[in-house]
């Protein structure tokens, strides 16, 4: 199972929008609406920001917002915020049972 | 509120093998599985296998086939990962995460496993 791609990095101003993809194949994103994303600040866990393609958990702003279509999933973070800045994986289910995570991106508020 | 609270840090020698804990708490164990995740120095997340706590039902990563066990204990909400032959390229952070249907959700802290001769 090949890792999902992501741009390596991402940047925005305060308060503007960002948008990070990750593409994957018709084995794991395109298959399942099960895509999640993480965001992850040094020396952290990773937290986990939207599941299942487009849903918030509880607590997480609504400045973070969710896609997919076909074999692409896109993250957008809007309103952007110095503690924005951080890694942020995907991740997926894949084909039998597997799950699979993006290289990661990232995001620098400039 | 969900906890998953890892075992300490270890320091292990090429060859060797080493065991990491999870103990879940704030949830009832067997609803959920549990996933393992590790992150090299500087490097990304890759996902290692998921134990079901309820049925014990165990998927690896092919690429950690046949030198990677996943266990649980469901009497002490713990889950455990053996990960043997160990390599200097097995140096890493080592995370447990609670799984569902869907997705992954609450990370442990993380436990660091360096392999150092």
């Known amino acids: 199972q090949s890792a999902l791609t992501q741009p390596p990095s991402a940047s925005g101003s305060l308060g503007q929008s960002v948008t990070i993809s990750c593409t994957g194949t018709s084995s794991d994103v395109g298959g399942y609406n099960y895509v999640s994303w993480y965001q992850q600040h040094p020396g952290r866990a990773p937290k986990l920001m939207i599941f299942?393609?487009?849903k918030r958990p509880s607590g997480v702003p609504d400045r973070f917002s969710a896609s997919k279509s076909g074999n692409k999933a896109s993250l957008t973070v809007s309103g952007l915020q110095a503690d924005d800045e951080g890694d942020y994986y995907c991740?997926?289910?894949?084909?039998?049972?597997?799950?699979?995570f993006g290289g990661g991106t990232k995001l620098t508020v400039v | 509120q969900v906890q998953l609270v890892q075992s300490g840090a270890e320091v292990k020698k090429p060859g060797a093998s080493v065991k990491v804990s999870c103990k879940a708490s704030g949830y009832t164990f067997s609803n959920y599985a549990i996933h393992w995740v590790r992150q090299a120095p500087g490097q990304g997340l890759e996902w290692i296998g998921r134990i079901i706590a309820g049925n014990g039902n165990t998927k690896y990563s092919q690429t950690f086939q046949g030198r990677v066990t996943i266990s649980r204990d469901t009497s002490a909400s713990t889950a455990y990962m053996d990960l043997y032959r160990l390599r200097s390229d097995d140096t890493s952070v080592y995370f447990c995460?609670?799984?569902?249907?869907?997705?992954?959700?609450?990370w442990g802290q993380g436990s660091l496993v360096t392999v150092s001769s």
């Open positions: 995460a609670r799984g569902y249907v869907g997705g992954i959700d609450h």
């Open positions: 299942e393609v487009t």
């Open positions: 991740s997926s289910y894949a084909d039998n049972s597997n799950w699979v």
